[in-house]
Structures are given as C-alpha cells and as structure tokens.
Nanobody
Framework: QVQLVESGGGLVQVGGSLRLSCAAS????????IGWHRQAPGKQREFVAT???????NYADSVKGRFTISRDNAKNTVYLQMNSLKPEDTAVYYC?????????????WGQGTQVTVSS
C-alpha cells in the first residue's frame, strides 16, 4: 500500500514562504502524476500543482509564478515551494499520487498539512 506523508505546513505572514514536502513509500518516479491539492474551510478540494512521470508541470492559475513543484526521485519526495503567500492560500494541502494501467486508475492521498497565512 502506497503511503504519502506531508510535512512543512505552518503559520506564516502574508508575503512569506513555506516549503511543503511529500515523502512517498516508493519511488516518486513510479507515479504517472504526482502533486498537490488543497482544501480551504467550506470549500471543495482543488488542484494546485502536478508533475508527470515525464517531467511536465502544471499549476493552477491562482498559484502560477508563486509556487514551484519539484521532485527528488532519489529521496522519494515531492516538494512545493510556496512564495508570496496570500491569505487565500490558507488551506489543508494534500499530496496526491496517481498510477494508470489497463486495469484502472489508482489514486493515493496523504493525510494533509495545514498552511495558514495571516494578514
């Protein structure tokens, strides 16, 4: 069973930075897509950023230019560097990893890490 463990969340002031980490129980290169989603209070979970097995990267429009996703396959870890944080970035951030095969789609989630941006 794949396990994803997030860390690095916390309380930061507007304009500050945080780096989230997602440690996987197997090589991050084994996932077709891996990345981050977030869920703010009273809102649905939303896409933040992903990186594919081939290295393609996608960001939500709301974080482009401020967040950077990266992957260290040797450490089985995916990172989310968050700069110029805004109050609307406050949410629980979840790591998500996906595998696709002829059998089906397997999606894995971490337990989440809280990010709070104070104004």
């Amino acid at each position: 069973q794949v396990q994803l463990v997030e860390s690095g969340g916390g309380l930061v002031q507007v304009g500050g930075s945080l780096r989230l980490s997602c440690a996987a129980s197997e090589s991050t290169s084994s996932f077709h897509v891996i990345g981050w989603h977030r869920q703010a209070p009273g809102k649905q979970r939303e896409f933040v950023a992903t990186i594919t097995m081939g290295g393609s990267i996608n960001y939500a429009d709301s974080v482009k230019g401020r967040f950077t996703i990266s992957r260290d396959n040797a450490k089985n870890t995916v990172y989310l560097q968050m700069n110029s944080l805004k109050p609307e970035d406050t949410a629980v951030y979840y790591c998500n990893a996906n595998k696709y095969s002829e059998i089906g789609h397997y999606a894995y989630w971490g337990q989440g890490t809280q990010v709070t941006v104070s104004s």
